[in-house]
């Protein structure tokens, strides 16, 4: 099952205060207050760290530049092929597409 439409069994109250006991314990952990939340801005507020994370990992786009999210059906010895590069065969597919479109 998809990651993403995977359904979690909900936990018991017991569990949720096992699991809140020993965050609580652990000296290391640092539980998010309103306050918290209130205060919080986004990473794009802070350029040096967006250019960290540029250099060490995934690049942080404008909104216009992100890629977007579509649902699609695709023959199966397409998918298939396009899969068959292993992992980044979605990029792999953007690229062809866009090289068909002349793009």
């Known amino acids: 099952m998809d990651r993403r439409t ?24 640092w539980i998010w207050t309103e306050e918290d939340f209130a205060r919080a801005r986004p990473v794009t507020d802070f350029p040096e760290l967006v250019e960290i994370l540029r250099r060490h990992g995934r690049p942080v786009l404008p909104e216009e530049e992100r890629k977007q999210r579509v ?26 597409l866009r090289e068909a479109l002349g793009l």
């Open 6 to 29: 995977r359904k979690l069994a909900p936990i018991s109250p017991e569990e949720d205060a096992a699991i809140t006991a020993a965050a609580e314990s652990d000296p290391d952990t």
């Open 71 to 96: 649902t699609m059906y695709l023959d199966r010895d397409v998918l298939a092929r396009l899969k068959a590069g292993g992992k980044g065969w979605q990029t792999r597919a953007n690229a062809k």
